[in-house]
């Protein structure tokens, strides 16, 4: 059982996995494709988990959880096998709460494994209902590559975190992983015989390699079990597979604005997803209302009309005197061309 692990007082108060620690989860994760650690999350944050698990989804009985689950997309609802559900929840309260989305421990795990900039992809609860049976083996997303031999030789390149919100036990009905079966090239490799299941303790989560071939135990019990799961994956990645009918991540942008600095790449997609769903609001109506009109232009001045410059008669010299008389329709003497009268003959 090297792939379970406690989480001492020590480490879960200062953020930090002891160095021995550390080195054999990863040794156990890259073995196993699975890590179950005790005692990351406090009672009292399981509790806030769980009320407000309640409060969005309480009053959902398996026939209510049914009958939305029916209705066409978009919907929170997935059926995922009789009496199972899997829900987009509202990032609200703690679900918004850096403490779970961006929780030290998990963190300083994963971001080895995924890259300093990975993403959190979804943020869903599966609620098994008393009476579901058993799901199927299957993997969460399989091998990236087809070609023989690639796809299992590869990094990880998501994980997925199972935090159950109540005590579960094998009655209740945990989750049965195949150990190592990441590395498997096909499914026709597991033997149900081969399966692994223990009970799950408040506060503790299981890590899985987005790859690991895992199924739902039935339910036996006499209440819903749910558990949370936040998929984390590396910055390329995005699950096209297991959320087509809705959004995985459902925080107002509002809420993503209060995010601490730190935690706000790891959450860009929650913001993407926000901006999408208010994206009505930025219709063109609105945008014509603030537009600001062009002014006419002025209109072009016309010129003015050239004017009209008529020449003074030539001054009278002192020869004029000697013209003697002249006829006022006579030609002036002073050689100008026009009439007398129209020259030196003009009243001044």
């Not at 992983?177 to 503790?204: C, K, N, Y």
């Not at 895992?214 to 995005?238: C, D, E, I, K, S």
Request: glycine residues 8%.
């Amino acid at each position: 059982m090297d792939w379970i692990v406690a989480v001492s007082a020590g480490e879960a108060a200062s953020g930090e996995f002891d160095p021995e620690t550390d080195s054999r989860l990863r040794a156990a994760f890259q073995e196993h494709g699975c890590v179950l650690l005790r005692g990351v999350f406090s009672s009292a944050t399981i509790d806030a988990m769980h009320r407000e698990y309640a409060a969005q989804l309480g009053a959902l009985d398996l026939a209510a959880m049914r009958a939305q689950a029916e209705k066409p997309p978009p919907n929170r609802l997935i059926g995922v096998g009789g009496a199972r559900y899997d829900v987009t929840l509202r990032m609200n309260g703690v679900f918004g709460n850096p403490e779970v989305l961006a929780n030290p421990l998990l963190i300083k795990f994963l971001r080895p494994l995924l890259g300093k900039d990975m993403r959190l992809n979804s943020l869903t609860v599966v609620v098994s209902h008393p009476g579901s049976s058993q799901q199927q083996a299957h993997r969460d997303h399989n091998h990236l590559f087809s070609e023989p031999g690639l796809g299992p030789s590869l990094p990880v390149y998501a994980v997925n975190v199972a935090i159950p919100l109540i005590d579960v036990d094998l009655e209740t009905g945990p989750t049965g992983v195949w150990l190592g079966s990441h590395r498997f090239e096909h499914m026709t490799s597991v033997q149900a015989s081969a399966m692994v299941a223990i009970p799950w303790q408040r506060g503790d989560c299981m890590l899985m390699d987005y790859r690991l071939l895992h199924a739902g135990l039935p339910n036996r019990g006499t209440q819903p079990r749910p558990v949370l799961y936040l998929v984390y994956g590396r910055r390329w990645f995005a699950d096209d597979v297991n959320h087509i009918n809705r959004i995985p991540l459902d925080m107002a942008l509002e809420r993503y604005a209060e995010l601490p600095e730190p935690v706000r790449p790891m959450l860009i997609r929650a913001y993407t997803h926000a901006v999408r769903l208010r994206w009505p609001e930025a219709d063109w109506s609105s945008l014509a209302a603030q537009r600001i009109e062009p002014r006419p232009a002025p209109p072009a001045a016309r010129p003015l009309a050239p004017a009209v410059v008529q020449a003074a008669p030539p001054r009278a010299t002192a020869d004029s005197a000697n013209w003697g008389k002249t006829g006022r329709n006579e030609p002036c003497p002073c050689g100008s061309g026009k009439k007398y009268k129209h020259c030196h003959g003009r009243n001044p």
